[in-house]
């Protein structure tokens, strides 16, 4: 079973910086991505950020210059440094992988628990 754990939310205030981590763990044959997700209060779930590769990234328009993810493969982490951080940043933050599993080769789409992000005025 493929298992993503998040961790590193917390308070900070307007225009302060946090880094969220999100620890894999199980057996994996392939990861097709990995991304981290937001879901403010009262709203939907959306996407935050989205990483291939180190060079094949996307993000979305309201973090973009604000907002970095990056893997470490070596320790099967994935990483958003947030910076610049606004109060409508506030929100849980989910970590997803989408990938395939070993060795059933079955597709899996592993979420967190998620973390809370507050970002005070």
């Known amino acids: 079973q493929v298992q993503v754990v998040e961790s590193g939310g917390g308070l900070v205030q307007a225009g302060g910086s946090l880094r969220l981590s999100c620890v894999t763990s199980g057996s994996i044959f392939s990861v097709t991505h990995m991304g981290w997700y937001r879901q403010p209060p009262g709203k939907q779930r959306e996407l935050v950020a989205r990483i291939i590769s180190s060079i094949n990234t996307e993000y979305a328009d309201s973090v973009k210059g604000r907002f970095t993810i990056s893997r470490d493969n070596a320790k099967n982490t994935m990483f958003l440094q947030m910076n610049s951080l606004k109060p409508e940043d506030t929100a849980v933050y989910y970590c997803?992988?989408?990938?395939?599993?070993?060795?059933?080769?079955?597709?899996?789409?592993?979420w967190g628990q998620g973390a809370q992000v507050t970002v005070s005025s």
């Open positions: 997803n992988l989408l990938g395939i599993m070993n060795p059933t080769m079955r597709r899996v789409d592993a």
